[in-house]
């Protein structure tokens, strides 16, 4: 079974530049979600997206933004690029997520698409 | 809401010895925890989880974590350390009284070094 996909998995931009990272979910899974990894820090969460709706957003600027598809597949974009959104950004997916009693699933991760603003 | 504290950057093991990830958390309700592993340049792979039950978790490689509530803890643990678990390990919290409003919440990570 395939895992999480993302694509580009590298990609160079100049600031000022816009991108668009692209995720394709493990099957069955509904949920995606979308962290960025600053190189020596920790994993900041970005977006949520399940069922095609917003679910919840990391505190980061309105020029990061995405959307999520009717076959669960996702989009990451941020405009504007800036040096500091040089980083590695994961997308993830697990099932059906939102409620209680789905809290506990456990989200999937994809191996990254590697930005690098110039 | 929900966070969660890893508060050594780097731990140095030999291999063969027992390796300890310290892991702590805070939340409203009760947690739903996760430790997830990190290879250079690569995505985050699971390891374990606790949802409720066994405060002893077993996952992937040889890996447990010991869930205790009165500490808030949630460390991984390892009795025979390898080379190749050298890696960046990060714990996750997510908290039962957000009724899935927020996603996981990641601690900022440990680097794992092995010694030959």
């Known amino acids: 079974e395939a895992g999480v996909t993302q694509s580009p998995t590298h990609l160079i931009k100049t600031r000022g530049q816009q991108v668009t990272l692209r995720c394709s979910p493990i099957?069955?899974?509904?949920?995606v979600y979308w962290y960025q990894q600053a190189l020596g820090l920790g994993l900041q969460f970005l977006l949520w997206y399940d069922e095609g709706e917003e679910r919840n957003r990391g505190n980061f600027p309105p020029r990061f933004s995405g959307r999520q598809f009717p076959n669960y597949s996702s989009e990451l974009n941020v405009n504007a690029l800036e040096l500091e959104d040089s980083a590695l950004y994961l997308c993830a997916s697990s099932f059906n997520s939102a409620g209680q009693a789905s809290s506990g699933n456990t989200i999937y991760f994809g191996e990254g698409s590697w930005l690098t603003v110039v | 809401a929900q966070s969660v504290a890893q508060p050594e950057d780097q731990v140095n093991v030999a291999e063969g010895n027992p390796l300890t990830v310290k892991c702590t958390y805070s939340v409203s309700g009760n947690p739903y925890l996760f430790w997830y592993v990190q290879y250079p340049n690569r995505g985050l792979q699971f390891l374990l989880k606790?949802?409720?039950?066994?405060?002893l978790v077993k996952g992937s490689y040889g890996f447990e974590a010991e869930f205790n509530k009165s500490q808030t803890s949630f460390h991984l643990k390892k009795p025979s350390a390898l080379v190749s678990d050298s890696a960046l390990y990060f714990c996750a919290v997510r908290d039962s009284m957000d009724m899935g409003r927020r996603a996981l919440t990641f601690g900022s990570g440990t680097r794992l070094q092995v010694q030959p």
């Open positions: 606790y949802i409720t039950g066994d405060n």
């Open positions: 099957s069955g899974h509904t949920s």
